[in-house]
C-alpha cells in the first residue's frame, strides 16, 4: 500500500512559477515511477510529466515541456517545477505512483497504481 501527499498548490498570476511536491508513504521498501496529471473543471485527467525510480528517465506531455521540470529527491518525494504558468494550466494536479515498471516512465492513467488526493493550481490571466 503507498499514500501519496501533494502540497504546493495555490493561486498565482500568469507568467508566476510554482512548485508542486508529492510524498509517498511507503510500508515497504519499494521503487517507484511517479508522475504528475491534472484536470481541469470538464474535462478528462491527462498526463503532464513521469520520471522513472532512479530520475535517469523523465517525460513530459508537449503542452509543459520547456516550462515544467519534474525531479525526485529521493525514492519518496518528488517535485513539478512550474515556470510561465499559462491560465490554461488551471486544474487540480494529482500525483501517481506506478509500482510495477520503475525503470521506465508512464504517460497512461490506468498503469499508474496509486494517486494523491489532488492539489489546486488557479493561475490567473
Known amino acids: 500500500q503507498v499514500q501519496l501527499v501533494e502540497s504546493g498548490g495555490g493561486l498565482v498570476q500568469a507568467g508566476d512559477s510554482l512548485r508542486l511536491s508529492c510524498t509517498a508513504s511507503l510500508l515497504t521498501a519499494r521503487t517507484l515511477t511517479m508522475g504528475w496529471f491534472r484536470q481541469a473543471p470538464g474535462k478528462e485527467r491527462e498526463f503532464v510529466a513521469s520520471?522513472?525510480?532512479?530520475?535517469?528517465?523523465t517525460e513530459y506531455s508537449d503542452s509543459v515541456k520547456d516550462r515544467f521540470t519534474i525531479s525526485r529527491e529521493n525514492a519518496k518525494t518528488m517535485s513539478l517545477q512550474m515556470n510561465r504558468l499559462r491560465s490554461e494550466d488551471t486544474a487540480i494536479y494529482y500525483c501517481a505512483a506506478d509500482i510495477h515498471r520503475p525503470w521506465i516512465t508512464e504517460v497512461a492513467v490506468e498503469n499508474y497504481d496509486y494517486w494523491g488526493q489532488g492539489t489546486q493550481v488557479t493561475v490567473s490571466s
Open positions: 520520471i522513472n525510480w532512479n530520475g535517469g528517465k
